[in-house]
């Protein structure tokens, strides 16, 4: 079973950062890749950001990219998703996803198996 373990969510105030991280299985983060989305109730869900530990595929959205990093600690099995000048709209449960590709063209929630429980991130204004 792919485990997903996902941490640093929080209220933070509008035009601060924060860093999600993701904890997969050393086979999960070596052999497939990762992503982060997000989702507000009655929405579908977001994609953000994936990357390809195998071969360093990096894939982040237009409407976040610039504000939005996705990294890797290697020797730690996690991902990361920084997020920088945060706004009320990036209000939402974010979702940390593996087993699954990244393509560095697109990214979808259908190219991915398994998802972490969602962690909350309010902005307030």
């Known amino acids: 079973q792919v485990q997903l373990v996902e941490s640093g969510g929080g209220l933070v105030q509008a035009g601060s950062s924060l860093r999600l991280s993701c904890a997969a299985s050393?086979?999960?983060?070596?052999?497939?890749?990762m992503g982060w989305f997000r989702q507000v109730p009655g929405k579908q869900r977001e994609a953000l950001a994936c990357?390809?530990?195998?071969?360093?595929?990096?894939y982040i959205t237009d409407s976040v990219k610039g504000q939005f990093t996705i990294s890797r600690d290697n020797a730690k099995n996690t991902i990361y998703l920084q997020m920088d000048n945060l706004k009320p709209e990036d209000t939402a449960v974010y979702y940390c996803?593996?087993?699954?590709?990244?393509?560095?063209?697109?990214?979808?929630?259908?190219?991915?198996?398994?998802w972490g429980q969602g962690t909350q991130v309010t902005v307030s204004s």
């Open positions: 990357l390809d530990t195998r071969d360093g595929t990096i």
């Open positions: 050393l086979r999960t983060f070596s052999n497939y890749g």
């Open positions: 996803a593996g087993h699954g590709a990244c393509s560095g063209s697109s990214l979808s929630p259908s190219d991915f198996h398994s």
